[in-house]
């Protein structure tokens, strides 16, 4: 048996449905639909139950799931323990990154990683939650970076960061030369956000009705450097990470004199964290990434 074909049945068995995982597996759903009937015939046994919305496994196919998971850990660390031993020369780092610590966050200390160790290659990719999430469980990477809280058995999760948040405004704008700025100011002030997904849903709007505020949510942008420039053009004070204000300033030499940030009270802050599988090994290049990155947080 392929281990190709445990990977395609994983898959299908967390999508629940054959289009949605030949989608992901960048596959057409007949040659995905063969190499399951490939995997049955091999099995001897039915592995899926066709409903009206997708699949079901049936009693094999849950059977199959539960010793597959193991397989395809015990594969990738045997993999991972020959790459360790040096037999290429090389170790290999295979993460996913929440966005706003791929962008704003990373590039502060991975140059200074790379420099200290050029025998560790990297692949990131960047995406939500649930998707790196997915990611991890499947073996696709070996660790993620997400945003608390997560919640999974086959999880566990190492805190790196807390990133917190202030208000984008004009250095015009009459707040530009306060130290903090009350929540309670923000009542029927033109606010730019950037979503209004669950770490909205689930932490700023109750503040707001907690503290009877109505903010005027004016815009909603899916991308803080699209916020900056709707700030710069004074349409409202945007709420983004101090670290991308940060980053900016870095690159953008006048940035300052435009724009300015500040914190609110009480604080808007959230938490990273590093998510990996129980029941899998880490590499020696995964270890020494997340130690070089602990180490550079706690020093600043």
């Not at 079901?56 to 323990?81: C, P, V």
């Not at 200390?109 to 560790?120: D, E, K, T």
């Amino acid at each position: 048996m392929h281990l190709q074909l445990l990977h395609y049945f994983q898959c299908i068995a967390r999508q629940g449905n054959f289009t949605k995982a030949a989608l992901e597996l960048h596959i057409t759903q007949p040659a995905l639909s063969k190499q399951m009937a490939r995997l049955e015939n091999e099995m001897g046994a039915e592995l899926f139950v066709r409903t009206g919305r997708g699949i079901k496994l049936t009693e094999a196919g849950s059977r199959l799931l539960f010793h597959s998971e193991r397989i395809l850990a015990d594969w990738e660390m045997a993999a991972q323990s020959i790459k360790d031993l040096g037999l290429s020369g090389r170790g290999y780092v295979r993460l996913a990154m929440y966005p706003t610590f791929m962008w704003y966050i990373l590039p502060q200390f991975l140059p200074g990683f790379v420099q200290s160790n050029a025998s560790i290659d990297f692949e990131i990719e960047q995406g939500l939650n649930e998707t790196i999430m997915d990611w991890v469980i499947g073996h696709h990477m070996e660790a993620g970076i997400v945003t608390a809280p997560v919640s999974h058995p086959q999880l566990k999760q190492i805190p790196l960061l807390v990133e917190e948040f202030g208000l984008l405004m004009h250095t015009s704008h009459p707040w530009a030369s306060r130290n903090f700025i009350p929540f309670e100011d923000l009542h029927q002030q033109p606010l730019i956000l950037s979503t209004l997904n669950r770490w909205y849903e689930s932490f700023i709007l109750p503040l707001f009705k907690q503290l009877a505020i109505q903010p005027e949510v004016r815009l909603v942008v899916h991308q803080y450097d699209v916020i900056k420039e709707l700030v710069r053009a004074e349409l409202g004070v945007g709420l983004v990470p101090i670290n991308a204000y940060q980053m900016w300033k870095k690159t953008e030499r006048e940035l300052g004199q435009e724009l300015t940030i500040i914190p609110t009270h009480p604080t808007l802050q959230r938490q990273f964290v590093w998510i990996e599988r129980h029941d899998r090994t880490r590499s020696t290049a995964c270890h020494l990434f997340l130690e070089y990155m602990n180490q550079y947080f706690n020093e600043g």
